[in-house]
């Protein structure tokens, strides 16, 4: 048996019931088979691979906190420090009654190689709590926050460790979180990212990884003679990357008709109407039938649908294994040329191969997403230089990573004989930076 399939078989074995986590890491080792088969030997004898698959550190913790009918609740706090090679562990908290263990590891996991693409110092890691702020009041909200970081505390900083936002966990969470770790560690430093202006947070942070899905498109696009102005584009989600991926994608001449939350989808021919959406979204906190009730053009369906809408670009921006294999054959039935991923691991490994096997240009977005993570490491630049950076810095910066980021996969592919496999080539190009760094500093 080959090391790439032993220490897969490792993985689901000393693993159990952690699905999300056992597909992310057959989808980078498959990849990474060629690079492995040529240094077989010496991987196995330093037990790289498995290194690589278990992270330094899992944390686990009850996170108890008072409701506003004076009922005690009881949450699971995680954080996985997954890889530490290149920098501190960099990786968002994610509020979600979906959250276990598996789900952070897999976001660990995949969460290093983004890291790495970046070309920042910073390492892999991931964190979060099976906690549902939707529907709480801001002080239920503050009173979890509080609770889950007076024991995150204990285990992050500017230099160790630093978290940030992700799936329920916006503006309003980080910055509870923020005022909980100043006060008990009596610090004031550069610990959570996505923060708010007024206390050291980045402009372009809250556009960043939708904008920088648009940068890597376009010039996926623009690499294969094609052009994003004038083309339909289907997004999923309606949370902060589909809200900004759409707006960057109709200011790059594309229109966009389809946005989705996990109740239902809209299809708006007209193109969807960002300023409402963002009214409907960020402000209002509402269902999409809020949107279509207030633009004429708008269609709202119940439940999954987005892909049936023939488009020329496809970005899933919701959460992962959402686009399935039925939804690729109809993308591919439709004319669509191009997928990126604005969400982490959206697309099945079934439908990833499907759509890559008909043609369709395919950004993973451990690459096509990594905008938010770069921004993030932007931000923890100005904080420990006590600088502020305009929009226009911050976004120009933003675009050459991600143009970066799209250079780097594709040469790693042609390296490998992998030409246009974008997948491989991301792999490869996260992987060996990282490798390097782990062989460097000794069996650690």
Same mark, same amino acid.
């Given at each position: 048996?080959?090391?790439?399939?032993e220490?897969?078989e490792?993985?689901?074995?000393?693993?159990?019931?952690?699905?999300?986590?056992h597909?992310?890491?057959?989808?980078?080792?498959?990849s990474?088979?060629?690079?492995?088969?040529?240094n077989e030997e010496?991987?196995?004898k330093?037990?790289?691979?498995?290194?690589l698959v278990?992270?330094?550190?899992?944390?686990?913790?009850?996170v108890?906190?008072?409701?506003?009918?004076?009922?005690?609740?009881?949450?699971?706090?995680?954080?996985?420090?997954?890889n530490s090679?290149?920098?501190?562990?960099?990786?968002?908290?994610?509020?979600?009654?979906?959250?276990?263990?598996?789900?952070i590891?897999?976001?660990?996991?995949?969460?290093?190689?983004?890291?790495s693409?970046?070309?920042?110092?910073?390492?892999?890691?991931k964190?979060?709590?099976?906690?549902?702020?939707k529907?709480?009041?801001?002080?239920?909200?503050?009173?979890?926050?509080?609770?889950?970081?007076?024991?995150?505390c204990?285990?992050?900083?500017?230099?160790?460790?630093v978290p940030?936002?992700?799936?329920?966990?916006?503006?309003r969470?980080?910055?509870?979180?923020?005022?909980?770790?100043?006060?008990?560690?009596?610090v004031?430093e550069?610990?959570?990212?996505?923060?708010?202006?007024s206390?050291?947070g980045?402009?372009a942070?809250?556009?960043?990884?939708?904008?920088?899905?648009l940068?890597?498109?376009?010039?996926?696009?623009?690499?294969n003679?094609?052009?994003?102005a004038?083309?339909?584009?289907?997004?999923?989600?309606?949370?902060?990357v589909?809200?900004?991926?759409?707006q960057?994608?109709?200011q790059?001449?594309?229109?966009?008709?389809?946005?989705?939350?996990?109740?239902?989808?809209v299809?708006d021919?007209?193109?969807i109407d960002?300023?409402?959406?963002?009214?409907?979204?960020e402000?209002?906190?509402?269902?999409?039938?809020?949107?279509?009730?207030?633009?004429?053009?708008a269609?709202?369906?119940?439940?999954?649908?987005?892909w049936?809408?023939?488009?020329?670009? =496809?970005?899933?921006?919701a959460t992962? #294994?959402?686009? +399935?294999l039925?939804?690729? $054959? !109809?993308?591919v039935?439709n /004319?669509?040329?191009?997928?990126?991923?604005?969400?982490?691991?959206?697309?099945?490994?079934? =439908?990833?191969?499907?759509?890559q096997? #008909?043609?369709? +240009?395919?950004?993973?977005? $451990? !690459?096509?997403n990594?905008? /938010?993570v770069?921004?993030?490491?932007?931000?923890?630049?100005?904080?420990?230089?006590?600088?502020?950076?305009?929009?226009?810095?911050v976004?120009s910066? +933003?675009?050459?990573?991600?143009?970066n980021?799209?250079?780097?996969?594709?040469?790693?592919?042609?390296?490998y004989?992998?030409?246009?496999?974008?997948?491989?080539?991301?792999?490869?190009?996260?992987f060996?930076?990282?490798?390097d760094?782990?062989?460097?500093?000794?069996?650690?």
């Amino acid at each position: 048996m080959s090391y790439v399939d032993e220490v897969i078989e490792l993985v689901v074995k000393q693993n159990p019931a952690e699905p999300e986590f056992h597909q992310a890491v057959k989808e980078v080792l498959e990849s990474l088979r060629a690079v492995v088969e040529a240094n077989e030997e010496k991987y196995r004898k330093e037990a790289l691979l498995e290194r690589l698959v278990n992270p330094e550190r899992q944390i686990k913790f009850r996170v108890p906190w008072v409701d506003d009918k004076g009922q005690v609740q009881v949450n699971t706090g995680y954080r996985v420090q997954f890889n530490s090679a290149i920098g501190p562990y960099k990786g968002g908290l994610r509020l979600h009654p979906s959250v276990n263990l598996g789900i952070i590891k897999f976001l660990g996991f995949e969460q290093i190689f983004k890291n790495s693409l970046t070309a920042a110092a910073i390492g892999g890691g991931k964190g979060g709590s099976d906690f549902d702020p939707k529907g709480k009041s801001d002080r239920e909200v503050m009173a979890f926050c509080q609770s889950f970081m007076t024991e995150l505390c204990k285990y992050i900083g500017a230099d160790t460790d630093v978290p940030a936002g992700d799936i329920g966990t916006g503006a309003r969470e980080i910055g509870y979180m923020f005022g909980q770790y100043k006060r008990i560690r009596g610090v004031y430093e550069g610990v959570l990212t996505g923060k708010g202006l007024s206390y050291g947070g980045s402009l372009a942070r809250t556009e960043a990884t939708g904008y920088g899905l648009l940068y890597l498109t376009e010039e996926m696009l623009k690499c294969n003679g094609k052009e994003i102005a004038g083309k339909t584009v289907c997004i999923s989600g309606s949370g902060n990357v589909a809200i900004y991926a759409a707006q960057k994608a109709e200011q790059l001449g594309a229109k966009v008709v389809t946005v989705s939350d996990s109740t239902g989808w809209v299809y708006d021919p007209e193109g969807i109407d960002v300023a409402l959406l963002k009214e409907v979204k960020e402000v209002k906190r509402a269902r999409l039938t809020e949107y279509a009730a207030n633009r004429p053009s708008a269609q709202y369906h119940e439940g999954r649908g987005v892909w049936t809408i023939p488009c020329d670009v =496809a970005l899933p921006c919701a959460t992962q #294994n959402e686009l +399935l294999l039925d939804d690729a $054959k !109809a993308l591919v039935e439709n /004319g669509c040329i191009a997928v990126a991923e604005g969400a982490n691991m959206p697309t099945t490994l079934e =439908a990833t191969e499907y759509l890559q096997k #008909n043609g369709i +240009l395919f950004a993973p977005g $451990k !690459a096509a997403n990594a905008g /938010g993570v770069a921004t993030s490491a932007l931000e923890m630049s100005q904080n420990s230089e006590r600088l502020s950076w305009t929009f226009e810095e911050v976004d120009s910066k +933003l675009k050459n990573i991600m143009v970066n980021i799209f250079h780097n996969m594709d040469d790693a592919a042609k390296r490998y004989g992998a030409e246009g496999n974008y997948v491989v080539g991301a792999n490869i190009a996260g992987f060996e930076k990282v490798v390097d760094a782990m062989t460097a500093q000794g069996i650690v």
